[in-house]
T-cell receptor, first 115, second 115 residues
Framework: AQTVTQSQPEMSVQEAETVTLSCTYD???????LFWYKQPPSRQMILVIR??????QNATENRFSVNFQKAAKSFSLKISDSQLGDAAMYFC????????????FGQGTRLTINP | KAGVTQTPRYLIKTRGQQVTLSCSPI?????VSWYQQTPGQGLQFLFE???????NKGNFPGRFSGRQFSNSRSEMNVSTLELGDSALYLC??????????????FGEGSRLTVL
């Protein structure tokens, strides 16, 4: 079974600075999806960024980028120019490419932005 | 278009009662999955439905059940409620077609408190 580990329960960063959230996973599959989801205090989970394992190029979405190291099974999220609205719980998630729509989530990292 | 809609948003029950939660997916999405979110266990997959059929089930007791209707709306039911069932129950919908992006779209959740 796949597992996802986020080793940082909490992180904080000064507004406008850069922060990196860590995620490692374990799987025997060669093709899969990886996601970072954001859950603000309003609770609705929102997709931040997505990475397909077969793509070597790291995904980027505006201020958000990932460092995907497939051999190391590592998938970190970098947030540049942090904004107050980035404050939330961030979840790393794994999804198999075949069949189930099931996401396996990490325990989450609570990100605080200091003004 | 409208997002994933979950009802009710909040509810309080007592031990031994049963509860039914509802989820309306994004129009056109035929796959609906349910997750339980608790501070201790994090986000755990409950089940996934597609075309009115349960396709996958997580490691939860038989007290947890669900169904999906022909319009893709889904309900989940928890019988004989226990204190440990207190959680945020999240519903997610997705397009289950070959080559999709793999993204799940989440509702705001139903907060269940068991007294």
């Amino acid at each position: 079974a796949q597992t996802v580990t986020q080793s940082q329960p909490e992180m904080s960063v000064q507004e406008a600075e850069t922060v990196t959230l860590s995620c490692t996973y374990d799987t025997s599959e060669s093709d899969y999806y990886l996601f970072w989801y954001k859950q603000p205090p309003s609770r609705q989970m929102i997709l931040v960024i997505r990475q397909e394992a077969y793509k070597q190029q790291n995904a980027t979405e505006n201020r958000f980028s990932v460092n995907f190291q497939k051999a190391a099974k590592s998938f970190s999220l970098k947030i540049s120019d942090s904004q107050l609205g980035d404050a939330a719980m961030y979840f790393c998630a794994y999804r198999t490419l075949q069949g189930a729509q099931k996401l396996v989530f990490g325990q989450g990292t609570r990100l605080t932005i200091n003004p | 278009k409208a997002g994933v809609t979950q009802t009710p948003r909040y509810l309080i029950k007592t031990r031994g009662q049963q509860v039914t939660l509802s989820c309306s997916p994004i129009s056109g999405h035929r796959s609906v999955s349910w997750y339980q979110q608790t501070p201790g266990q994090g986000l755990q997959f409950l089940f996934e439905y597609f075309s009115e059929t349960q396709r996958n089930k997580g490691n939860f007791p038989g007290r947890f059940s669900g169904r999906q209707f022909s319009n893709s709306r889904s309900e989940m039911n928890v019988s004989t409620l226990e204190l440990g069932d207190s959680a945020l129950y999240l519903c997610a919908s997705s397009l289950k077609v070959t080559g999709n992006t793999g993204e799940l779209f989440f509702g705001e959740g139903s907060r269940l408190t068991v007294l």
